[in-house]
Nanobody
């Protein structure tokens, strides 16, 4: 089955950009390609929040909080979904996770994004 693994987090200045990756680890392409992959984020003490998704046909969806600033894309040959984040502000500070939107798997460790003001 494999798992989806997040990477690319770090510390960035307010107004800056960052690109996160979600890779299908130990996952063959015939398993990865049909997955609608979603990005989520969670701030300590708050519920995990959906922010973006991309289907196998590359149809995308965004939450209002990131629409116009974040772009989700996928490269099936690399079994990877990207989240390109621009115009970052302190409210974007969170642990970012990816998961199968339709059939969620166990949550991974996520990747921490810290926006310094």
């Amino acid at each position: 089955q494999g798992q989806l693994v997040e990477s690319g987090g770090g510390v960035v200045q307010a107004g800056g950009s960052l690109r996160l990756s979600c890779t299908g680890s130990r996952m063959i392409t015939s398993v990865f390609n049909p997955i609608t992959v979603g990005w989520y984020r969670q701030v300590p003490g708050k519920q995990r929040e959906f922010i973006a998704s991309i289907s196998s046909s590359k149809t995308t969806d965004y939450s209002d909080s990131v629409k116009g600033r974040f772009t989700i894309s996928r490269d099936n040959s690399r079994k990877t979904v990207y989240l390109h984040m621009t115009g970052l502000n302190s409210e974007d500070t969170a642990v970012y996770y990816c998961n199968d939107v339709v059939t969620p798997r166990s949550w991974g460790k996520g990747t921490l994004v810290s926006v310094a003001s």
